[in-house]
């Protein structure tokens, strides 16, 4: 059909364009908008902060200002694009008011999304606090949810939110992330906790923990957003079986920094504040099976000694 009879060729250039929105455009979505930079993709962002629009631009990314807590700057979202990553996260510990378990910023969306044509597909970054304490078991997707902590019970609220989207003919995907890591990320490594000499649990009370570097975690993203399944859960993780301390252990060798001290539970509890406690109270370790088999991520960071090393796997 010639371009001036066809609805799309008629379009603008960049309408014509695959039309992609990130929510949440941090480091993890920096990453993935320089892994996704193609002349077949329309990238946008939305940003609460003007002062970002030159960054973003710089990164082939559009800017949109918007607000997940202010719904009436959302209604520009309906009906433009075809895919949207979400990787903002849930209100954080005094912006709830009493119904603390809520995420409302997962609901405006969810309703902006509504008012016109939806999007094809959407990506939801979770958390893998939803499962609470596993007591270091192995845990598939299929597990049910056991949220302990409020910031827990807000990131199950907002997968919520989203499965009901996709009820709508969204294909949405949600996936659970662990802690993210990265060379090259701020905060990304633990050096600065090591330096402090913050404590760990001794072997006897320590808990397993699961990672993830961050460039890996941007392609997991992207490759949900073409492959992932309709109302589909996905756990995101490299192959690294270790439990906390060992990990610090290993860290503080790799940097050439003290080991950190090993403390038992009650200590800890007298120590440490009551956030960190929690991620200490948690022991689970992720079967991440579909990431690989039908997401068809291969990790550049296999490990979080090659993570660390900024030594990535040969292909």
């Known amino acids: 059909m010639p371009s001036n009879q066809s609805p799309l060729g008629a379009l603008p250039a960049r309408f014509r364009r695959m039309r992609v929105l990130v929510i949440g455009c941090g480091d993890v979505g920096m990453r993935a908008a320089r892994q996704l930079k193609s002349s077949r993709v329309s990238l946008s962002a939305l940003t609460t902060s003007a002062e970002r629009s030159p960054a973003l631009r710089a990164a082939g990314v559009r800017p949109l200002l918007g607000n997940l807590d202010d719904k009436a700057t959302l209604s520009r979202l309906a009906g433009v694009f075809q895919r949207v990553l979400y990787l903002a996260p849930p209100p954080g510990e005094g912006e709830t008011g009493p119904q603390w378990w809520r995420d409302v910023r997962s609901e405006n969306l ?8 939806l999007p094809d597909a959407l990506v939801y970054a979770s958390t893998t606090g939803v499962y609470g304490d596993c007591e270091g078991v192995w845990v598939n997707e299929t597990r049910t949810v056991a949220p302990a902590t409020p910031r827990a019970h807000r990131r ?19 996936l659970r992330v662990p802690g ?13 906790r090591l330096q402090r000499g913050t404590p760990v649990l001794k072997e006897r009370d320590d808990v397993y923990t699961n990672h993830i570097q961050a460039d890996d975690l941007a392609a997991a993203c992207l490759a949900a957003l073409w492959r992932g399944k309709a109302q589909r859960v996905y756990n995101v ?33 007298d120590q440490l504040p009551v956030t960190l406690l929690s991620f200490m109270s948690e022991s689970r370790r992720l079967e991440a099976r579909r ?17 660390l090393r900024g030594d990535p796997a040969r292909r």
Do not use: C, W
């Open 110 to 117: 969810g309703r902006a999304l509504r008012l016109r044509a």
């Open 156 to 174: 199950v609220n907002a997968e919520r939110a989203m499965r009901h989207l996709g009820r709508s003919g969204v294909r949405v995907s949600i």
């Open 180 to 192: 993210i890591y990265g060379l090259d990320r701020p905060s990304g490594t633990p050096v600065a």
């Open 237 to 269: 993780r490299d192959e690294t079986d270790m439990k906390m301390g060992d990990y610090f252990d290993m860290a503080a060798d790799l940097f050439g920094l003290p080991r950190p001290p090993r403390v038992a539970r009650d200590a800890a509890r």
């Open 291 to 307: 990431m690989h088999d039908e997401l068809r991520v291969r990790l550049r960071y296999p490990t979080v000694v090659q993570g």
